[in-house]
């Protein structure tokens, strides 16, 4: 995406937007290569069949909408009898505790769960292996005035935020 077309999209529909794009390229990306791999892939979620309908449970706390939301993008398979496992594609170098803990959810019920990280050089790591970096030494490199609050538990919480609507 050329430089215009990124401030066009910033200026039309926000910051958010020209993130989900990024994503979205980032996704079709690593499921072509899986297919080229020999897998084969199926997007996977409800935002990929009815993203109106995950957008209104964008502020939901139940159990069931953050199994709704936090679903990985894609499932694959592969082998003559197919074993197949989760694909959750992360055009950053970060999780967000909420999908992390559904991942993991996932996990806790036998289920595989792959991440791929973009921005950390197509790293991939079954979910269970990711190793988790304190929020506090990540936030601690950046100015005061950009750091976000780190929870208790480590976790960074940038909807804690009051610049939060403006990101």
Known sequence: MSSVATAKLITDRGF???RTAASQSFEQRL????ERSGFVVA???????????????HQSTDQTSLAIRF?????????????SFYVEAKAAKNIER???EQYMKLYTNGNVVVVVFEKLDWHWNFIE???????????GRFPPDKQFP???AGWITPRKCERWHNI
């Open 16 to 18: 958010r937007s020209v």
């Open 150 to 152: 780190v929870d208790g």
């Open 43 to 57: 997007m996977n979620g409800t935002e990929h069949t009815h993203s109106d309908f995950v957008g209104q449970l």
């Open 129 to 139: 292996d990711i190793k988790l970096v304190d929020g506090n030494e990540t936030v």
């Open 31 to 34: 499921l072509d290569k899986l």
């Open 98 to 100: 909420t999908a992390y």
């Open 71 to 83: 679903q990985p993008d894609a499932v694959a398979h592969i082998g003559a009898v197919p074993r």
